[in-house]
């Protein structure tokens, strides 16, 4: 489930933080990570950072194409902008897709 577009900081509002390859830094990677780890909640940023946790800090919502880095995905994150996904108790990867 969508949970929109968030600012983030230096502190980041997701705590764990997932070192994924750059080819496999995309959204559906990111969320099965952050499930099979146990998380609630999974962002992407800047189109290839990904960040999972529990506690969902929220910061200010952002617009959604403060999130969209290209017109092809939705969700891909942007500069300091995470577009966060609840992974638990699971997440559809139909809405993923339909966010492209």
């Known amino acids: 489930m969508s949970l929109g577009c968030f600012k983030d900081t230096k502190l980041h509002s ?16 990111c969320l099965n990570f952050c499930e099979r780890e146990g998380y609630m909640y999974g962002a992407l940023q800047d189109g290839y950072l990904c960040y999972c946790g529990d506690d969902f800090n929220r910061y200010i919502e952002s617009p ?31 809405e993923v897709l339909e966010m492209k």
């Open 14 to 29: 997701l705590s764990h933080r997932v070192w994924l390859p750059d080819f496999m830094s995309d959204l559906p990677t």
């Open 64 to 94: 959604q194409f403060d999130c969209q880095l290209s017109p092809i995905s939705l969700a891909s994150g942007g500069t300091w902008r995470n577009s966060v996904l609840r992974v638990w108790p699971t997440w559809d990867v139909t």
